[in-house]
Antibody, heavy 119, light 108 residues
């Protein structure tokens, strides 16, 4: 069974940092591209970042470029999102999502981890 | 950047009735369009990809149609578990991946 489990969320002050992790199981992580997608409370879905299977191609949404860093450790079946210089606008549930082999949609999602940026 | 617009914002439907949700792209996305279902407190679930292909395990009452700029998600006979928010997403030329703002399907 494919599973994605995020961790690392919590309460952080504006300007602070957090590192999110996503543990993958039930499939070979190194074969898949991955995304981070976030959802502010009561709002819609916003794509945050993408990484290809080897980690050599990375993209970011303009809203997080220069502040967030996506990475992966295929040997540990894990995906990461380092988030720096956080603002209140980054408050959201963060989901890791597997990119479908058939295209750019996301066929499996984790349950999400909540990040709250507040003083 | 291509903008995805969903309508209506909220759809009130009685159980057993048919529901049709719309998604419009500001430019052609060919058939690179997915639909997701999200229930309160849960992660999104992929329902439809490539505009009309049901994802694994998705009931046949869900169907997708359309191409280029106009897409529909139809639920043929609404069940209690189908009341949720539905998002469309384009994935033609990425990045970025963009989602519609969502349609909430509520019980009438």
């Amino acid at each position: 069974e494919v599973q994605l489990v995020e961790s690392g969320g919590g309460l952080v002050q504006p300007g602070g940092s957090l590192r999110l992790s996503c543990a993958a199981s039930g499939f070979i992580l190194r074969s898949y591209e991955m995304n981070w997608v976030r959802q502010a409370p009561g709002k819609g879905l916003e794509w945050v970042s993408y990484i290809d299977s080897s980690g050599s191609t990375i993209y970011y949404a303009d809203s997080v470029k220069g502040r967030f860093t996506i990475s992966r450790d295929n040997a540990k079946n894990s995906l990461y999102l380092q988030m720096n210089t956080l603002t209140a606008e980054d408050t959201a549930t963060y989901y890791c999502a597997r990119v479908n082999e058939d295209g750019g949609n996301s066929d499996y999602w984790g349950q999400g981890t909540l990040v709250i940026v507040s003083s | 950047e291509i903008v995805m617009t969903q309508s209506p914002g909220t759809l009130s439907v009685s159980p057993g009735e048919r529901a049709t949700l719309s998604c419009r792209a500001s430019q052609s996305v060919s058939s690179n369009l997915a639909w997701y279902q999200q229930k309160p407190g849960q992660a999104p679930r992929l329902l439809i990809y490539d505009a009309s292909t049901r994802a694994t395990g998705v009931p046949a009452r869900f169907s997708g149609s359309g191409s280029r700029t106009e897409f529909n998600l139809t639920i043929s006979s609404l069940q209690s578990e189908d009341f949720a928010v539905y998002y469309c997403q384009r994935y033609d030329n990425w990045p970025p991946w963009t989602f519609g703002q969502g349609t909430k399907v509520e019980i009438k």
